[in-house]
């Protein structure tokens, strides 16, 4: 096997010692923080680990910077910062892909031309809405009297970010709370801390004031729950597991500072006979397996019709055993990476077993893949039933588990009958029945006869146990946002 040599700014980059990044300095803390690469289990590098002492340190930073020149800059200057920002990222993918694939273990190549490119897309989009975040005057039934909205930013932002996508995620909640307004601590997984470090770096460059944005790796239970409770802190955009979701909002009713909550799911895909099959199949395995089913909305209950189902099965397990396996920052370019953490590993592995117990079969995967690493052999397991614990819980790994149906009003009831929400979808020829779906499927997202989509301009978030509040398009700036309505008389 032959590794990518890093690029030079990569390896300085992990070299140098990694402090917390507060306003324009890098605060080196006691303990460190393990970065370790998934790929080879082995430690990678070690940065600052932040506990809720920093966390205070930051929050002030952040306080401050409002007060200052980032308070009183115009919409245009906000969106140009914003701009160059996008452009920094563009220019520097090959570092972002390097550190996502050394820290994440995800292939460089998709590091580096999906989640760095779709990052830079993201603050781009968001370049443009500074100067078009407007207020209302409102028709009052008050004689002489006239009133406005004003919208304003929050304040200070607590962004609490996952491991999946190290660059994506911080992107998705750090675009729109800078270009409305607000400044930011941002405390990245405890598994994936480099990219934001670097981009914390980015931004300075660019010409963000000092304590705009301020980055602090450290661990949920410690940084995490110091941020998510702090009294200085506005708001919280928050993305992880419901469990943690939770602990979030009882921390925040201190000072009932707003929150908005990404979570886990559950995904229903539905696969009916009358679907271009072709298409349905391959898109219904790339809905599992893209991230190494490490995505919360990835199509982890997949309902084939019955009359399809054998041949489908047996493609997707052709797909499943045809997949390129390895290294991150492997020279061959994979499709897939190792999963994130031993503990990780563990876990989907665990699930894998409890779903044979239960009766599912496996006709592709089903263990560990090579000695070294958290390798997961891509898995699909049919015969699985609605109550089986693999088709209620998260499973986030590369396991797809196949459910066969009879007709369409049992497929929905099937697909709504989980506590998430965040995505669902079907494959179908039949207009009638696919405006059905969009309308009785109840999720935050559907796709239908696709997958996976996203895009800056349009509303991502989840319905029930999935969570509340919209990122992406103009909902996230009105998420990170807030109205102050005025009266003259
Ligand atoms: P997690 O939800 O615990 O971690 C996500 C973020 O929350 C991390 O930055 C973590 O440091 C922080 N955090 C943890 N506890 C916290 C607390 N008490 N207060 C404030 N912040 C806290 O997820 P974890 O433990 O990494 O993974 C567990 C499971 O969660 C996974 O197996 C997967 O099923 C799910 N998950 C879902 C994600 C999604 O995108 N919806 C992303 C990551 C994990
Ligand atoms: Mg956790």
Not at 38 to 52: E, H, I, K, R, Y
Not at 57 to 62: G, K, M, N
Not at 81 to 95: F, G, P, S, T, V
Not at 284 to 295: E, M, P
Request: aromatic share 8%.
């Amino acid at each position: 096997m032959k590794l990518l040599e890093p690029h030079r700014d990569v390896s300085a980059f992990l070299a140098t010692s990694q402090g917390l990044r507060i306003a324009d300095a890098r605060v080196e803390t006691g303990a460190l923080l393990d970065v370790i690469d998934p790929s080879f289990d082995t430690l990678a590098t070690q940065v600052a680990m932040g506990s809720a002492e920093h966390i205070d340190e930051a929050v002030s930073a952040a306080r401050q910077a409002l007060a200052g020149p980032w308070g009183s800059m115009t919409a245009h200057d906000r969106g140009q910062l914003l701009w160059r920002l996008a452009d920094a990222i563009e220019a520097n993918k090959q570092i972002f892909g390097e550190l996502d694939a050394i820290d994440n273990g995800k292939p460089m190549h998709v590091a580096r031309d999906v989640d760095a490119v779709y990052s830079a897309r993201h603050f781009r989009y968001f370049a443009g809405w500074p100067s078009k975040i407007e207020g209302k005057t409102i028709p009052v039934s008050s004689p002489g009297k006239m009133n406005l909205t004003k919208v304003e930013p929050v304040g200070v932002c607590g962004l609490i970010t996952p491991w999946n996508y190290p660059t994506l995620m911080v992107a998705w909640k750090l675009a729109p709370a800078l270009a409305a307004g607000n400044t930011v601590v941002l405390k990245p997984a405890e598994q994936t801390p480099l990219t934001a470090l670097y981009l914390a770096d980015l931004a300075l460059q660019v010409g963000f004031p000092p304590g705009v944005l301020n980055v602090v790796p450290g661990l949920g239970r410690d940084a995490g729950a110091a941020l998510a409770s702090h009294p200085g802190v506005d708001k919280v955009g928050f993305t992880g597991s419901t469990e943690t979701g939770r602990r979030i909002v009882e921390s925040s009713v201190g000072n009932l500072k707003k929150v908005s909550l990404e979570l886990g799911g559950k995904a229903a895909n539905i696969l009916f006979a009358d679907a271009d099959l072709d298409k349905a199949g391959a898109g219904s395995f790339w809905a599992l397996f893209g991230n190494n089913g490490q995505s919360c909305t990835a199509g982890a209950r997949l309902f084939v019709q019955r009359s399809v189902r054998d041949q489908v099965v047996e493609r997707l397990a052709e797909m499943a055993k045809a997949l390129s396996v390895g290294p991150g920052m492997d020279a061959a370019a994979h499709d897939l990476g190792p999963v994130i953490s031993r503990p990780q590993m563990d876990k989907v592995l665990g699930y894998i077993n409890a779903g044979q117990a239960q009766g599912g079969e496996i006709v592709a995967g089903g263990g560990q893949q090579g000695e070294t690493g958290y390798f997961v052999s891509p898995t699909v397991m049919h015969s699985v039933t609605d109550d089986m614990t693999v088709a209620r819980e998260e499973i986030f790994g590369p396991v797809l588990c196949v459910l066969d149906f009879d007709d369409e009003d049992e497929a929905i009831a099937r697909a709504n009958d989980t506590d998430f929400g965040l995505a669902a979808g079907g494959w179908t020829r039949d207009l009638d029945r696919a405006m059905r779906l969009s309308s009785q499927l109840k999720a935050g997202t559907l796709w239908i006869n696709t997958w996976g989509d996203t895009d800056a301009a349009s509303p991502f978030g989840g319905m029930k146990q999935s969570g509340y509040g919209r990122e992406m398009g103009e909902e996230a700036i009105a998420l990170y946002s807030q109205t102050k309505s005025v009266w003259f008389g």
